[in-house]
């Protein structure tokens, strides 16, 4: 399942494990660093529910698909409101859920 970069960002905020962490790079500036996706599976062996799980995968395949890069500019104006946030969690439900 493909993120925007604005699902990717609020992803990243979610599991970021603090600011010298690749997904607070991530979340807060767009940048990819190296192993940041070893940090996103360390992340899915460590979660409960399969809606998490689908979120750090959906994530990871985002890196994956973008590779390292650089501070992306604009990335801090991809804002989200708490009604976006619920929609998100709504997306990955029905993903989890097959819909």
């Known amino acids: 399942m493909e993120l925007?970069?604005?699902q990717a960002r609020i992803i990243a905020s979610w599991w970021h494990s603090g600011q010298t962490s690749g997904l607070c790079a991530l979340a807060t500036s767009g940048?990819?660093?190296?192993g940041v996706d070893h940090e996103i599976e360390t992340e899915m062996?460590?979660?409960e529910t399969p809606d998490q799980k689908a979120?750090?995968?959906?994530l990871?395949?985002?890196?994956t698909e973008f590779?390292?890069?650089g501070r992306v500019p604009g990335?801090?104006?991809l804002d989200w409101s708490s009604a976006d946030?619920?929609?998100?969690?709504?997306?990955?439900?029905?993903?989890?859920?097959?819909?």
Do not use: H, N, P, T
């Open 60 to 63: 990871l395949g985002f890196v």
């Open 55 to 58: 979120q750090l995968e959906a």
């Open 45 to 47: 062996r460590l979660c």
């Open 85 to 99: 946030e619920d929609a998100l969690e709504r997306w990955f439900k029905d993903m989890v859920s097959g819909r």
């Open 75 to 77: 990335w801090a104006q």
């Open 4 to 6: 925007s970069a604005r």
């Open 67 to 69: 590779g390292e890069r």
């Open 31 to 34: 940048v990819i660093v190296e």
